[in-house]
C-alpha cells in the first residue's frame, strides 16, 4: 500500500516530466481524477483507526491542494510559451497596405442639388417640396398653359390618368405655393424635385431630371433682383469668373421671359459638340412671374411682383464636372461616381 509521501513523490515526478498540455490533462486525471492516484489514497481511510481518519484526510486533501497548484501553474506557463512561441514565428508586416472599407459617397447630382439649397436657404429661401405625379391644373393650368394650348406639346410627358401626370417642371410646386401662400406673403421658396418629359435623350436631356425652382414674391420686385440672384449663384456654383447671358425667351408663367446660359465647360466658349457648337450651355429658364399666374393663385397682381427660376441640376453637375452626357449620371457607372468622393 502507497503512502502519502510516496504519492506524493510519484506525482511530482510525473508532473516534472509532463512537457506539454495534453500529458499534463491526461495526468491531471490520473491523479486527480475519480479514478486517480489520490482517490485510491483516500480508500485507505477505512482500514484507519476513528481518531487517525481526520489527520490523514487534511494530509489527502493538502496534498490535492498542493498539485492541483502546480497543475494550474504548469498550464499557465504552457499557454504562455505557446503564445510566445506563435508571436515570435508570426510576424506582421506594418508596411503592407490595410484593407481599406470601401464606403458610398454622395452622387453628384446629390451634390449639387445640396449645394444649390445651401447657397438659397442661407439668403432665407424655404425649401418646398411636392408630388411627383402632379395634377394637371398644377403643373400645366395654374401655369397658364390651359388645355389644348400649343406649349403643351413641348412638354409632353407620361400620363397616369387624365387628371394625373408625372411632372414636366417644378414650376407645378410654385404654382401650388402660390395657392397656399396667397395670404401669407411674401414668399421666397426654393423647390427641389425629380422631373420627367417624354424629350429624346441625348447628351444634354434625358426624359428624368431634376430641377430646382425659386421663387420670390414681394412688392417692389424687379428684374434686376433676379439677375442679382442668379448672378450670386453662378459666381458661387462655379467660381468668380464664371460669366452667364440672358437670352430673351417665352414661357407663358413668365413675363418677361429669359433663359440663362453658362459659357461651355468643354470649350470655353469657342463652340463644340457638347455646345452645339454655340459656346454656351442653357442652364435654367426664368423670368417675373405673369400677373395672370399671380391673379389665378389669388394674389393681387397690381400690388405684388416677383420672379421665378427653374434650374436644371443635371446640366449643372455636366457644367461643374465637366460631365459630357448627362446618360452617365443614371447608369451607375462606379468610374464616373467614385471621382466625386473628393468633392464632398
Ligand atoms: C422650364 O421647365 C420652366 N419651368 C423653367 C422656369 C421656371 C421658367 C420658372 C420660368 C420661371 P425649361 O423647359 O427650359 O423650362 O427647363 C428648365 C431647365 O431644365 C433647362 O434649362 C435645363 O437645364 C433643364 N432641362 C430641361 N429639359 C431637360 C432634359 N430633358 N434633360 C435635362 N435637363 C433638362
Same mark, same amino acid.
Do not use: P, S, T, V
Given at each position: 500500500m502507497s503512502s502519502i509521501h510516496d504519492i506524493k513523490e510519484e506525482s511530482l515526478q510525473l508532473l516534472k516530466d509532463a512537457d506539454n498540455l495534453e500529458k499534463l490533462e491526461k495526468l491531471r486525471v490520473e491523479i486527480l481524477g475519480k479514478k486517480g492516484l489520490l482517490a485510491d489514497l483516500m480508500?485507505?481511510?477505512? +482500514?484507519? +483507526?476513528k481518531d487517525e481518519r481526520p489527520v490523514f484526510g487534511q494530509k489527502v486533501n493538502d496534498l490535492k491542494q498542493e498539485l492541483e497548484k502546480i497543475i494550474r501553474e504548469k498550464i499557465s506557463s504552457f499557454i504562455e510559451s505557446e503564445m510566445l512561441k506563435k508571436l515570435s514565428e508570426e510576424k506582421i508586416d506594418i508596411t503592407l497596405p490595410g484593407a481599406s472599407l470601401k464606403h458610398g459617397n454622395k452622387h453628384p447630382l446629390t451634390l449639387m442639388s445640396d449645394a444649390i439649397l445651401e447657397l438659397y436657404t442661407s439668403m432665407g429661401y424655404t425649401v418646398v417640396k411636392g408630388p411627383e405625379i402632379e395634377l394637371d391644373k398644377y403643373n400645366f393650368e395654374r401655369a397658364n398653359i390651359p388645355e389644348n394650348h400649343p406649349a403643351r406639346e413641348m412638354q409632353d410627358t407620361f400620363f397616369v390618368d387624365v387628371e394625373r401626370l408625372l411632372r414636366t417642371h417644378t414650376t407645378a410646386i410654385q404654382t401650388r405655393v402660390l395657392e397656399s401662400e396667397s395670404n401669407n406673403l411674401p414668399i421666397k421658396v426654393i423647390c427641389p424635385g425629380k422631373t420627367y418629359r417624354r424629350d429624346d435623350d441625348d447628351a444634354t436631356h434625358s426624359h428624368q431630371f431634376i430641377q430646382i425652382e425659386g421663387l420670390l414674391i414681394d412688392e417692389n420686385i424687379k428684374m434686376t433682383d433676379l439677375k442679382g440672384t442668379l448672378e450670386v449663384m453662378a459666381t458661387h456654383l462655379f467660381g468668380d469668373d464664371q460669366k452667364i447671358r440672358l437670352r430673351p425667351s417665352y414661357f407663358q408663367f413668365t413675363e418677361p421671359s429669359v433663359e440663362v446660359d453658362l459659357v461651355c465647360f468643354n470649350c470655353k466658349g469657342e463652340g463644340c459638340s457638347v455646345c452645339k457648337q454655340t459656346g454656351w450651355i442653357e442652364l435654367l429658364g426664368a423670368g417675373m412671374v405673369h400677373p395672370k399666374v399671380l391673379e389665378m393663385a389669388g394674389i393681387d397682381s397690381l400690388r405684388y411682383s416677383g420672379f421665378a427660376f427653374g434650374l436644371g441640376v443635371d446640366r449643372a453637375v455636366m457644367l461643374k464636372y465637366g460631365v459630357k452626357d448627362i446618360r452617365s449620371l443614371y447608369t451607375n457607372d462606379v468610374r464616373l461616381l467614385d471621382m466625386f468622393d473628393r468633392f464632398d
Open positions: 480508500k485507505q481511510m477505512r +482500514d484507519l +483507526d
